[in-house]
Structure formats: C-alpha cells, structure tokens
C-alpha cells in the first residue's frame, strides 16, 4: 500500500462465525456481536429479522417464518441469506447509505476449499465491499490473543468455535501446520439433545440443549460440588411436555465424542510439529480462543491429555475477531498474514 491512507476509517474486520458475527471498525473496535441467524418470510422471501431477534425465533416460529443460519461448519451453506446478513449487519454500522464502500478483512477457517474461499470474498463484494482480504482464522486468533506470531518462534493455537475447531502451529508470520476439523459448539449442543432423547426419551430443542452445555457443562471433572440443572422438553412415550433433572456428569458423559475429536486433532498437530518448535511449544504452552474454550474443565483436561501447559485467552470469544482487526489497524505491518487474492 503506497501510503496510510490507503486504509480510511470505515474499513472493517469481519469475523463470520458459524454462531456469532463479530464486525470490528477500524478506530472503533468491535462494534457488532450478534449470532448468525437469519429469519425469513417463506411466503414474500423478505426478512424478518437478524442476529439476536431472529436467534430467539429458532425452534418457535409459524410455518410461513423460517429462522436460518447461513453458515453451517464454517463455511456459507446458503449463499444468498449469507449476504444480506452481511449486507445488513454493515448497513446497520453505516447508517448513512452514502458511505465509501469499504475494504473488508474476513476470518476464514483454515481448511476452507477453494470454493468456499470465493464464496465468502464474493459474499463480501455483493455486499458492498470494495475490496475483500481473507485472514485463516487461527491466525486471526493468535494475533488477537497477543502471541508473537512474527518471532521466529513457535506458537500454538487452538480455536474452537461454532462450527470448527481449528489447531495451528504459527512461526514468523506464517502457519507451519494447521488442522481443522469440523466439530465445534453445534456438535456439542447435538450430542446434548442425541444424549437426553436416548436416556430419557426427551426431546430437546437447541436452544435448550446449548443452555445445559453453558450452564453445566465441562470436559473434567471440576473437584467442586457437582452441579444440576432441570430439563424441560416434550416425552417422546407420551408426547407431552416433561421435566427432569441432568447433572454435570450426565452432560459431561454426553458430550464426550466431540471433546475427544478436538482433544485428538491437538494431538495430531503437535505429533507433525517440526522437533524445533516443539520445544518452543512446551516452553510457551498452547492458546485456546475461541467459545469452546469456556467449556469448564477443557484445559485441565488437554492438560492431562497432552502434558504442554494450556492458557485460555482473556478474550477468548472475540479473539479472531480482535485479531483481524488488528491487521485493519496495522495494515502496513500485518498484511502479510492475509490470503491476498484479487478480484477477477
């Protein structure tokens, strides 16, 4: 970029999480956080509502509104609604409908193809961007929970989000090895609602099931007092509503699968890690960000599985973000951590 202008203060970071939609302004920091729902009117394909209001509409709107969510592992599985969330969500941060189009720096997961990758810069563009850059999340993570990624030095991340969980070994600016897997948040609120309707032949809703994992869940077991939490759903025998009692153990025994697939792609990352960064890696300890990493318990229990010393990010839910929009404020230093691509 020939000069610092290049960057005006409307530009923006754009985390676009399968759970949460996170815009950081440049100058103004995180300005938006609110989930990636969309609710849609079937009948006149108008909207209905974005983010918080369209969330509580999930599992509880009439046949003709259909609440979405655009993105599913990740990645955008419907093109069109993922736009006009964006499109909505940068309208609402520019009121004035005159604004210069903005640059956009987007968070991607690490394993995204191709195709994926042009979906999301071209979601961007339709949504009145005049440039978009891509960021891979674990990157954007790292940055935003204050590691050295510049040092040559290894650091390593692991980002459990929605949809994905991404593990990344990071040295001088660039990912030396990543993984991601595509098993987060949502997998653990299905593994909730497969575990109550096999034991107690509940159904559960995912709201409820993703209520239960913030209120009781953990990946060990916490020494403390065990915790309960009452359960309301519909009795799959008798077809009416019903109430019982889980507790953390329950929760814990439920979500046991998906905990052991995020443990073991850690494993499998450190186990392709160069010797010489393992030792900076043993020394410096691995970074969890991401909403995943405030399941109680997590980092004892990776502490127990792989024996490195575990640090969960302060900011651990906005950290991708944080860290995107680090790059939008220090373009000069940071962009060449970004996915440059240009627009054909």
Not at 52 to 67: D, F, L, S, V, Y
Not at 247 to 272: F, G, N, W, Y
Not at 290 to 317: C, F, K, Q, S, Y
Request: net charge negative; with cysteine.
């Amino acid at each position: 970029m020939p000069n610092n202008l290049a960057f005006l203060g409307r530009d923006m970071a754009v985390d676009l999480g399968t759970a949460n939609t996170l815009v950081y302004v440049r100058g103004r920091g995180i300005v938006l956080n609110e989930p990636s729902v969309v609710a849609l009117n079937t009948s006149t394909g108008k909207i209905v509502a974005v983010g918080i209001e369209a969330k509580q509409m999930i599992g509880r709107t009439p046949t003709n509104i259909t609440a979405i969510r655009p993105l599913k592992d990740g990645v955008i599985a419907d093109f069109e609604v993922t736009e006009r969330m964006l499109r909505y969500f940068i309208q609402k941060i520019h009121r004035r409908r005159h604004f210069a189009k903005p640059r956009i720096i987007v968070a991607v997961p690490s394993g995204i193809t191709s195709v994926e990758h042009r979906a999301v810069k071209e979601a961007g563009y339709q949504a009145g961007a005049r440039r978009v850059y891509i960021i891979e999340e674990p990157m954007a993570a790292a940055i935003g929970a204050g590691l050295p990624v510049h040092e040559p030095t290894g650091n390593m991340v692991v980002d459990i989000g929605g949809g994905t969980t991404e593990v990344a070994v990071i040295s001088m600016g660039g990912i030396v090895t990543s993984q991601s897997i595509r098993v987060g948040g949502d997998e653990l609120d299905q593994a909730i609602m497969t575990f109550v309707k096999k034991e107690y032949s509940l159904m559960i809703g995912e709201r409820t099931a993703e209520e239960l994992k913030l209120a009781i869940g953990s990946a060990y077991p916490t020494g403390s007092e065990e915790l309960h939490a009452e359960v309301r759903g519909r009795d799959l025998i008798s077809g009416l509503p019903k109430t019982i009692v889980l507790s953390e153990s329950d929760v814990r025994q439920a979500i046991e699968e998906p905990v052991t697939t995020i443990i073991d792609a850690v494993r499998t990352s450190l186990d392709k890690c160069p010797p010489e960064l393992s030792g900076d890696i043993m020394d410096r300890g691995v970074a969890v960000t991401g909403g995943g990493a405030m399941l109680r318990g997590l980092d004892d229990r990776l502490l127990h599985e792989t024996g490195m010393p575990i640090h969960v990010a302060e900011n651990a839910l906005d950290s991708v973000a944080v860290g995107s929009g680090t790059c939008v404020e220090n373009y000069e230093r940071l962009h060449q951590v970004l996915v440059p691509e240009r627009r054909r």
